[in-house]
């Protein structure tokens, strides 16, 4: 029933999952798993005090859920309880000291506080501990983009490619890395032809939308991009700095 209800919320049909996780937990109020994934069901509704509830439910069967212990931090992180998210991931670090997400999560509420060093540092923690986690490798990107260089200047947007080329590298599906890779090799371009290469990329991307608002966030931004390199083309500019 649970794995029905996980169908249903994939596919976009809530209500119909929350009545499967209702009916799963009226016959077994001790199902942690069901209590896990409601507790998903609710953070997509907003709902973050139901959310905790459950986590908090499930964690009292299982201490050492380390999954619902991260989410929990999440839950907080949504609430702006920054100490209860630190308390939940100094928790979650004792379940498993060498989890990429322990770290990962983190990293994020470093990044959320505006600790860009700090952040920076549990991203590289992370990918430390599992190469083949593509999320680090984006949010390690992102912070270099958000962390001015010493002495002043652009952000080194030259690392941030780097950081989202790895990260498509280890997972082809990710579809926020091939986002944030257009965005940041569009602004570094400097032909129209190096321009191109980021509507092929986006081409990529489009092979590898797994849902609706995937193929939308790629789309948009390949239409975006095409505008612009075929006005840049059309006024006989070699680059798209309209400078």
């Known amino acids: 029933m649970v794995k029905c209800a996980g169908v ?9 999952a929350m009545n499967l996780f209702n009916s799963a937990l009226e ?10 994934h409601r507790a998903n069901l609710y953070m997509l509704q907003s709902k973050t005090k139901e959310a905790r509830e459950d986590l908090e439910h499930c964690l009292e069967l299982r ?3 380390l999954l619902a ?3 929990l931090a999440t ?13 939940n991931l100094d928790m979650a670090a004792e379940i498993d000291p060498d989890s990429s997400e322990v770290h990962s999560y983190r ?8 600790e860009m060093v ?8 992370a990918i430390s501990c599992d190469p083949g986690n593509a999320t680090p490798y984006v949010n390690a990107a992102l912070t270099v983009m958000n962390t001015p260089p010493t002495g002043g200047g652009p952000p080194d947007i030259p690392e941030s490619i780097r950081l989202l080329e790895k990260a498509i590298e280890v997972d082809p599906l990710f579809h926020t890395a091939y986002v944030h890779l257009g965005q940041f090799k569009l602004s570094m371009a400097t032909d129209l032809t190096t321009a191109k290469e980021v509507v092929a990329l986006y081409d990529k991307g489009l092979d590898y939308c797994r849902t609706a608002d995937e193929l939308k966030d790629i789309v948009s931004m390949r239409i975006l991009t095409v505008a612009q390199v075929d006005a840049a083309a059309m006024l006989k500019m070699d680059t798209l700095n309209m400078q």
């Open 75 to 87: 839950v907080y992180m949504a609430s702006e309880d920054m100490d209860g998210a630190n308390r």
């Open 27 to 36: 016959l077994d109020p001790s199902a942690a798993d069901a209590l896990l």
């Open 69 to 71: 212990r991260l989410r």
């Open 63 to 65: 201490p050492d859920n």
């Open 118 to 125: 700090e952040a920076k540092a549990e991203f590289d923690r």
């Open 8 to 16: 249903k919320m994939d596919s976009g049909k809530l209500d119909d």
């Open 107 to 114: 990293g994020e509420l470093h990044f959320a506080k505006g």
